[in-house]
């Protein structure tokens, strides 16, 4: 017999967004001392639209950007705590550049521009 999960649910406390996320807990007593419980409950979690809006592309916001600054710590070079940072199309290891090099990542959305009617079939 497989173990009972215990979830939790939310949906974003924007006025009219339905956005919803599920955690699930392995024992009740996870889910009384978890975080999300201390700190999402009464309707205080918000989707990433809306808790972060200014990192969501759509057709008003088409581009977001991101700089990390590769630092020299006691254990090696880290961008941030990351010692490895990749996304679609790149991979950085913190350790092959010097101290203080800068890594900035550029998101950009280009939309279609409408057909016109010559073009249509």
Same mark, same amino acid.
């Given at each position: ?5 215990? &979830? ?9 967004? =339905? ?11 996870? #889910? ?6 201390? =700190? ?27 700089? #990390?600054? =590769? ?19 790149? #991979?950085?290891?913190? *350790?092959?550049? &010097? ?11 280009? #939309? &279609?521009? &409408? *057909? ?6």
């Amino acid at each position: 017999m497989p173990k009972r999960e215990w &979830p939790l649910r939310f949906v974003c406390s924007h006025e009219g967004c =339905n956005e919803s996320v599920t955690y699930r807990y392995e024992t009740r007593r996870d #889910l009384v001392g978890s975080y999300e419980m201390k =700190n999402f409950r009464n309707g205080r979690w918000k989707c990433l639209r809306h808790s972060k809006p200014d990192r969501v592309l759509s057709s008003e916001n088409l581009e977001t950007r991101c700089e #990390l600054i =590769n630092e020299q710590k006691e254990h090696g070079r880290y961008f941030g705590s990351q010692g490895f940072v990749s996304g679609p199309g790149f #991979l950085v290891y913190a *350790a092959d550049l &010097p101290a203080g090099t800068k890594l900035i990542v550029t998101a950009r959305i280009e #939309l &279609p521009t &409408p *057909a016109s009617e010559g073009e249509q079939k």
